[in-house]
Every structure is written in C-alpha cells, then in structure tokens.
C-alpha cells in the first residue's frame, strides 16, 4: 500500500465545570496537560438563565451542573494561565451568550490577545432552549435579536469564532426521530440566517462569511448506521439550502461543520458499565465516515446516569477517543461507505422526509412561529412518549434495564458515594459571599470598574432601540455589570418567556386496551377519586429550580393524563412556594418534583416543609430524577412517599404507585384490581 498522509483528529473536548472558577481553571489545565485539544465550558444554570447566584431560583443550583460566572472577575479566574489566544472554546450558552461571548473576549484583551484571532463557539440556539432543555429567558422575537447581533458582531470582529452552533443534541434527548432532529435543527439555521439577512448589518457580498461560521452540535445515538447516515443527510441538505436560498457559490462556505457530544439519553444507571461500549458505538457514528466527520468530539462518561463524572471517568472518555484517533487506522483512508447501496438508500430516504417536514415548518412561518403555537414541542412530546411505550413494552431492548438484567456485583459502583464527584454544599455559601464582596468592591482598588449603573442603562436605551447591543455589552462587562445585571436589564425592555409544555396536545402513547397494565391503572385512579368522593383525582407535577430538563416531567405528565388524573402541570422554573401555592390552590391530591441537576436535596425538603406549615400533609409529596440512593434514603425520612430514579422505566407502574401513595395518605384500604 503506498503511504499516505493521514487526516488530523478532530479536536477532542470534555464537557466540563463545577463548583467554582478556581476549581474549574485546575481541572481545565489538567485535562490539557493529558491530550484534550479544546475546552468545552459547563455553567451553572443559573448563570444559563441570568441570575446572579443569590437569587432565589438559584437556591441549591449553584456549581452543581456547571461552573458559576457572574462577572469579569470570574471569568479570569476561569481562564488563568490558558492563553485564550491560543485556545479552542466551546461555550454552551444560550439566553446568555452575547453576555458571556463579551466577557471572554474583555478577558483575552486583558491577556493581550489579538481578538481576530479567538477560536471557538458559542451555543447560542435559542430554539432548542424552548423545546428541550429550558434555558430560555426572553421571548422568541428579542431572543433572535440577540443572535443577530451577536452573529453580525463576530463577522466583523471575531472572525474565527463561530457565534451560534444550532444545536439537535437536545431535540434528540427530548425524543427526536432522526428525521425531527436534522429538520427542526436546519429550520432553526434557516430562521438565524433569514434574520441576519434581514436585518441589513451584513452585506449580501458577506453573507458566504455568515454561513461560513455556522456550526451545528449534534447528537449520536446507539444506532450507529442510522446515525451516521443521518449526518450525511444533514451535510446534503445544508449544502442544498445554502446555495439555493442563500445563493453561497464557494463550496468552502457550504461545508457542514459540527462537533459532537454523544448521546446521554442512553446511558444507564442499571449496569452502567454497559455505557462504556454505548459510547464507543456512538463515537464510532460520526468518525467512521471521512465524508460525514465531526470536527470536535465530546463524550460523556460511563457514570453520568449515577451524578457527577469525576475526572477520572472524564479521562477515560478521553483517551477512548484518542486510542481511535492514534492507534487503529481509521485516519489512514478515504471515505470507506463511498458507494455503499445501503448507506446510500438510508441517506435519500432521511433526506427525503427532512425536506417535507422543513416545507412544512416553512408554511406554519418558520421556526419561531412553529415555537410559538407549540407544534415543534407537541410532535417531540409525541416521540418520546412512542419511545418510552416502545421500551416498556420491550419492544425496543436496553442491556440491564429490560433484557439481560442478571448481574454480577458490580465492582465500579460497590462504594456509589466515591463512583461520582460529589459538589461541596459549601460551594453556594462561598460564591455567594464572593459575588456580594465584587458587588461591594468592583469600583475600587484594585478593580477600579467604572460604575456600572450607566452602563445598564446605556444597555436598556440600545435594547429598547434597534443598534446592535454587543458595543453595549461589552461596556457592560468592563464596568464589573453582574450576570444578573444584564440580565436583569434586559429582562425590563425585553419580558420573560414560558415556553409551550406540549402536554395538553400530546396524543395517547400507550393505548389503555381492556386488561393492560394502563387499564388497571385507569381503574385504580377511578375507584380512588370515587371513594374520596371527587370527580378526578389531581395531580401536580412541578420542576422546582432551574433544571429545564423536562422530558421526564412531561412524560409522567402525559401518562397522568392517560390513566385519567387531571393534571397541573405549569413547566419548569418554579420556587418551593409557588409549588405549593399551586397545590393548595388547585386542591391537589399528589405533588410530583422532578429534578435532574441535583438540587433536591435542597428544595424538596423546602416543599414539605411548606406544605407542613399550610397543614397539607395529607399530600403525598414524589420525587424523581438523577438522585444518588444515599439522598433517596434522606429524602424518604424526610417525608417523601416514593423516589424513582431513570432506572425506573415503567412509566405506568410509577402512575399506580402513586395512586398507592395517595390511598396510603388518606388512610384508604390498599386497593387490588383485576382486569
């Protein structure tokens, strides 16, 4: 065989922040020093969703899920002694990204960069905040303004940074077919572009620059064929829009640029060791093909169902990809599924039935009016609901959870308290404390921040007008402005936004057919609200906090529903208090909370407590999420009826529970019915 140069790896990242700044740089420089080529930030959702970490929504959130950044000050912490000049970032920030973009680039002039040539991506897709993840903070209209902005601001400025990567990672975790996936994710490209177009800051002539820069973030299933020929679809289709609506000429321009982080969805808490090939096959989706390769990777690591991935496990996620990149062959040839009929029918068809629900979200007004009448979160309401029907009637297998459960001792997880990071309750206190100090000093010695009140002012009189608010923002961010600040500010010109729950219009999943398990469950929930003497037993289900991601809440929801509860269900973002104002005022039967972040400890005692205090204990209070077994243990002596956790997948079995739960709080006889 003659020689031949091989292909350069993609850059190799690892999800990766918690706690604070300081504790994030050490474990940013370490994951450099061990052959990570890029940084990929998490931050804490109160800094996704714009608040400062003394709010009262960002109680028990604070450095769980990411890294908290509030101010420049931060923001140097973060990067100290990373030469940002040098380095490849990827930030997933939405709501928020202008604020954070602003703050990197105040920090790399501070370094001594030359800005033009800052390398990375800012999240920055709004759509699927709205859909799937719950990030959102301002209404689809000045949510897009923000992007544009931002986009125009970085052709002209940045020019290496790609400002928006329109993200399907999240619309497959929220039960996205392939299909949904590439046409709800080139529905929200095509909105952007239409937008920056549209609002004259970029010349036609640039407009090859703007398309250029805009990357994807996409998410790789365990269908590793399926999902390989659904990138070759996204590429057609991209190159298809860009040239035909746009009018780009330089195939440069056209190309399809993603980075990957692999599916999370599928990672198990039973037998979690089976994720370790889970990931493999998922990494193997989309490096196998040259033609369809991602140019940045990210895995998650074998433990990310049990809590937080120490950085041991996040090593091991690393070097599975370099053992691909630098010891097997993989980089050494062309494309090797050129020519393959079956690759080739697979990709036509996606490509097909994507162009058809694109032209269909194009006669509803787009994207942003697809959001707004809430089709795009029904239909994936409606698919996962398929999915979650399909598993619990084993007609779709997952290793450990619905076939092959028999297990030897597992010696990984034999101490789970040392399995997973564990973020110090402390944690909240010193960064609050911190944040109050900045507040207190940003103006004096040895900051000396001009004031930042006329520079939120100076925000809101741009907001309420139409000049790009970057200029605005970046003053913001050298005046010491907080998080919250901007946010804040914004939030006064531009309101907040409550995205669509899909609930109400999802279609039934599971059909409740005479003598299955859903029928039974029908019939207990009938009996119960008979013997209370109620027409309909009522259901609260509530996401306390800032943990968006809903998609377990809405599908216990929709099987609520299904099995004859009338149910509450008012999205995410809510305080202990409003929870329980909800309960009481809707006269409620069960409460069930719904936390994915691990804030549970926090606010589900605070739900109880107030539920106490009103004298409703006859409530029976649920919890689920990704609880570790010592905190379900604290939280049942707490007060909690039940806790179920994704190993739980019956989603109608935990519906009958409840019921079980709600007999058991008004003192009614343990009820068995028979089909």
Same mark, same amino acid.
């Given at each position: 065989?003659?020689?031949?140069?091989?292909?350069?790896?993609?850059?190799?990242?690892?999800?990766?922040?918690?706690?604070?700044?300081?504790?994030?740089?050490?474990?940013?420089?370490?994951?450099?020093?061990?052959?990570?080529?890029?940084?990929?930030?998490?931050?804490?959702?109160?800094?996704?969703?714009?608040?400062?970490?003394?709010?009262?929504?960002?109680?028990?959130?604070?450095?769980?899920?990411?890294?908290?950044?509030?101010?420049?000050?931060?923001?140097?912490?973060?990067?100290?002694?990373?030469?940002?000049?040098?380095?490849?970032?990827?930030?997933?920030?939405?709501?928020?990204?202008?604020?954070?973009?602003?703050?990197?680039?105040?920090?790399?002039?501070?370094?001594?960069?030359?800005?033009?040539?800052?390398?990375?991506?800012?999240?920055?897709?709004?759509?699927?905040?709205?859909?799937?993840?719950?990030?959102?903070?301002?209404?689809?209209?000045?949510?897009?303004?923000?992007?544009?902005?931002?986009?125009?601001?970085?052709?002209?400025?940045?020019?290496?940074?790609?400002?928006?990567?329109?993200?399907?990672?999240?619309?497959?975790?929220?039960?996205?077919?392939?299909?949904?996936?590439?046409?709800?994710?080139?529905?929200?490209?095509?909105?952007?572009?239409?937008?920056?177009?549209?609002?004259?800051?970029?010349?036609?002539?640039?407009?090859?620059?703007?398309?250029?820069?805009?990357?994807?973030?996409?998410?790789?299933?365990?269908?590793?064929?399926?999902?390989?020929?659904?990138?070759?679809?996204?590429?057609?289709?991209?190159?298809?829009?860009?040239?035909?609506?746009?009018?780009?000429?330089?195939?440069?321009?056209?190309?399809?640029?993603?980075?990957?982080?692999?599916?999370?969805?599928?990672?198990?808490?039973?037998?979690?060791?089976?994720?370790?090939?889970?990931?493999?096959?998922?990494?193997?989706?989309?490096?196998?093909?040259?033609?369809?390769?991602?140019?940045?990777?990210?895995?998650?690591?074998?433990?990310?169902?049990?809590?937080?991935?120490?950085?041991?496990?996040?090593?091991?996620?690393?070097?599975?990809?370099?053992?691909?990149?630098?010891?097997?062959?993989?980089?050494?040839?062309?494309?090797?599924?050129?020519?393959?009929?079956?690759?080739?029918?697979?990709?036509?068809?996606?490509?097909?039935?994507?162009?058809?629900?694109?032209?269909?979200?194009?006669?509803?007004?787009? =994207?942003? /009016?697809? +959001?707004?009448? %809430?089709?795009?979160?029904?239909? $994936?309401?409606?698919?996962?609901? @398929?999915? *979650?029907?399909?598993?619990?009637?084993?007609?779709?297998?997952?290793?450990?959870?619905?076939?092959?459960?028999?297990?030897?001792?597992?010696?990984?997880?034999?101490?789970?308290?040392?399995?997973?990071?564990?973020?110090?309750?402390?944690?909240?206190?010193?960064?609050?404390?911190?944040?109050?100090?900045?507040?207190?000093?940003?103006?004096?010695?040895?900051?000396?921040?001009?004031?930042?009140?006329?520079?939120?002012?100076?925000?809101?009189?741009?907001?309420?007008?139409?000049?790009?608010?970057?200029?605005?923002?970046?003053?913001? =961010?050298? /005046?010491? +402005?907080?998080? %919250?600040?901007?946010?804040?500010? $914004?939030?006064?010109?531009?309101? @907040?936004? *409550?995205?669509?729950?899909?609930?109400?219009?999802?279609?039934?999943?599971?059909?409740?057919?005479?003598?299955?398990?859903?029928?039974?469950?029908?019939?207990?929930?009938?009996?119960?609200?008979?013997?209370?003497?109620?027409?309909?037993?009522?259901?609260?289900?509530?996401?306390?906090?800032?943990?968006?991601?809903?998609?377990?809440?809405?599908?216990?929801?929709?099987?609520?529903?299904?099995?004859?509860?009338?149910?509450?269900?008012?999205?995410?973002?809510?305080?202990?208090?409003?929870?329980?104002?909800?309960?009481?005022?809707?006269?409620?039967?069960? +409460?069930?909370?719904?936390?994915?972040?691990?804030?549970?400890?926090?606010?589900?005692?605070?739900?109880?407590?107030?539920?106490?205090?009103?004298?409703?204990?006859?409530?029976?209070?649920?919890?689920?999420?990704?609880?570790?077994?010592?905190?379900?243990?604290?939280?049942?002596?707490?007060?909690?009826?039940?806790?179920?956790?994704?190993?739980?997948?019956?989603?109608?079995?935990?519906?009958?529970?409840?019921?079980?739960?709600?007999?058991?709080?008004?003192?009614?006889?343990?009820?068995?019915?028979?089909?």
């Amino acid at each position: 065989m003659t020689e031949r140069q091989k292909d350069r790896p993609w850059l190799m990242r690892t999800y990766a922040g918690h706690s604070t700044a300081e504790a994030s740089n050490e474990l940013y420089r370490r994951n450099l020093a061990k052959g990570q080529t890029g940084l990929s930030v998490a931050f804490d959702l109160p800094t996704q969703t714009g608040y400062d970490s003394d709010h009262i929504l960002a109680r028990g959130e604070v450095g769980r899920v990411g890294v908290p950044i509030a101010h420049v000050g931060d923001m140097r912490r973060l990067f100290q002694d990373i030469p940002l000049e040098q380095m490849n970032t990827s930030m997933t920030i939405n709501a928020t990204a202008m604020w954070l973009l602003a703050l990197y680039q105040v920090v790399a002039e501070e370094q001594g960069a030359d800005i033009t040539k800052l390398q990375g991506t800012t999240q920055n897709d709004i759509v699927k905040e709205y859909l799937s993840r719950g990030t959102h903070v301002f209404p689809p209209v000045p949510s897009l303004r923000l992007t544009t902005d931002m986009i125009a601001y970085t052709v002209s400025h940045l020019p290496k940074w790609n400002p928006i990567n329109i993200c399907s990672y999240h619309l497959q975790e929220a039960g996205a077919t392939p299909v949904q996936e590439i046409a709800y994710a080139m529905s929200t490209a095509i909105a952007v572009l239409d937008a920056v177009r549209d609002s004259g800051q970029v010349p036609q002539e640039r407009m090859g620059d703007v398309v250029g820069r805009i990357s994807f973030f996409v998410n790789a299933g365990v269908r590793f064929i399926e999902e390989m020929c659904k990138m070759r679809a996204f590429g057609r289709i991209w190159d298809r829009i860009t040239r035909e609506r746009y009018g780009i000429e330089n195939p440069k321009h056209r190309r399809f640029r993603y980075g990957v982080q692999v599916n999370s969805l599928g990672l198990t808490e039973a037998q979690p060791e089976n994720n370790v090939q889970r990931i493999v096959l998922e990494m193997l989706a989309v490096t196998l093909s040259k033609d369809a390769r991602a140019r940045a990777v990210q895995l998650p690591a074998w433990n990310e169902a049990l809590g937080l991935p120490r950085p041991w496990d996040q090593q091991w996620s690393l070097r599975i990809q370099q053992v691909l990149a630098y010891e097997s062959d993989l980089l050494e040839y062309e494309d090797i599924f050129e020519g393959s009929k079956v690759i080739e029918a697979k990709v036509d068809e996606l490509v097909e039935a994507s162009l058809a629900e694109i032209d269909r979200i194009q006669e509803m007004g787009g =994207a942003m /009016a697809a +959001v707004e009448s %809430g089709y795009l979160k029904s239909q $994936l309401v409606a698919s996962h609901a @398929e999915r *979650r029907g399909r598993i619990e009637s084993g007609q779709e297998k997952i290793i450990g959870v619905n076939a092959f459960e028999g297990t030897e001792p597992n010696p990984l997880t034999a101490d789970l308290d040392t399995a997973i990071q564990t973020v110090d309750p402390e944690v909240e206190a010193r960064v609050i404390a911190a944040l109050q100090q900045w507040r207190d000093s940003r103006y004096q010695p040895p900051f000396n921040h001009p004031r930042p009140c006329k520079a939120l002012e100076k925000l809101k009189e741009a907001a309420r007008g139409t000049e790009n608010l970057m200029e605005a923002t970046l003053e913001c =961010a050298r /005046a010491g +402005v907080t998080t %919250g600040e901007w946010a804040g500010a $914004l939030r006064e010109v531009f309101g @907040e936004f *409550r995205a669509p729950t899909g609930v109400s219009s999802a279609p039934v999943a599971v059909p409740a057919e005479e003598g299955s398990t859903l029928a039974l469950v029908r019939r207990k929930v009938d009996l119960t609200a008979k013997d209370l003497g109620v027409g309909k037993l009522r259901f609260l289900v509530g996401k306390p906090g800032l943990d968006g991601h809903s998609n377990g809440a809405e599908q216990i929801a929709v099987r609520a529903r299904d099995a004859g509860f009338e149910v509450v269900y008012q999205g995410i973002r809510l305080t202990p208090e409003q929870i329980v104002d909800a309960a009481l005022a809707e006269d409620v039967h069960a +409460v069930g909370l719904s936390i994915l972040s691990g804030s549970h400890a926090q606010l589900v005692p605070d739900v109880l407590e107030r539920l106490r205090v009103a004298g409703a204990t006859d409530i029976p209070v649920i919890a689920g999420g990704i609880i570790p077994n010592g905190d379900a243990e604290q939280l049942r002596a707490a007060g909690v009826a039940a806790v179920f956790t994704p190993k739980d997948f019956d989603i109608t079995g935990i519906i009958g529970r409840i019921v079980d739960e709600i007999r058991k709080a008004n003192k009614l006889d343990p009820l068995e019915v028979s089909a």
